[in-house]
C-alpha cells in the first residue's frame, strides 16, 4: 500500500517539476505499471496547478524587485512592449501551441512564464495553459503507450 502512494507521489512531483514536467510524469507513472487514464488525470491536474503558483509568485517577486530595481522594471516592461505584436497576432492560441509541444523549455512553467510577461488576462492565461497541458499530456500518453506495445 505505501509502495503504491510513494508511486503515486511519484507522479505528481514529476508533473509539477519544471524540468520534467508531463514528459516525465507520464511515461514513468505508467512504466510503474499504474492505470494510464489515471496517471493522465493525475499529471494533467498537477501539471496545470503549477500555474497559480508560479503566476502569483512572479507577480509579488516582480511588483517587489521593480520598485527597488528600476532596470528590471525598464527590461520587462521593453519586452512587453516588443512583443506585444506576436500576441496581437496569434493571441492565446500561440500560448496553447506552446505549452502543447511536449519539448523541453515548453510546458506549463514556461507557458506561465509568457502569461506572465506578456501581462495576458489571468482567467484566459489559465484556460490557454490548461488546454496546452491537456493536448500536451495526450501526446505523452499515447507515445507512453504507443512505446510500450511496440517495445513491451
Request: aromatic share 14%; no cysteine; glycine share 10%.
Amino acid at each position: 500500500m505505501i509502495s503504491n502512494w510513494v508511486e503515486w507521489l511519484t507522479v505528481i512531483i514529476l508533473s509539477m517539476s519544471p524540468i520534467s514536467e508531463l514528459r516525465g510524469a507520464i511515461p514513468v507513472g505508467v512504466a510503474m505499471g499504474l492505470d494510464p487514464l489515471m496517471v493522465f488525470a493525475v499529471a494533467v491536474s498537477f501539471n496545470a496547478l503549477v500555474y497559480l503558483p508560479v503566476t502569483f509568485g512572479l507577480r509579488y517577486t516582480y511588483a517587489f524587485f521593480s520598485t527597488r530595481w528600476d532596470w528590471l522594471r525598464r527590461f520587462i516592461e521593453g519586452i512587453r512592449e516588443k512583443r506585444r505584436g506576436f500576441i496581437e497576432k496569434y493571441g492565446m492560441l500561440g500560448v496553447v501551441i506552446f505549452v502543447a509541444i511536449p519539448l523541453p523549455i515548453t510546458g506549463a512553467w514556461t507557458g506561465t512564464l509568457l502569461v506572465w510577461l506578456f501581462d495576458l488576462d489571468f482567467k484566459k492565461g489559465w484556460l490557454a495553459i490548461l488546454v496546452g497541458v491537456l493536448i500536451s499530456g495526450t501526446i505523452m500518453m499515447g507515445l507512453t503507450l504507443a512505446g510500450i506495445q511496440i517495445f513491451g
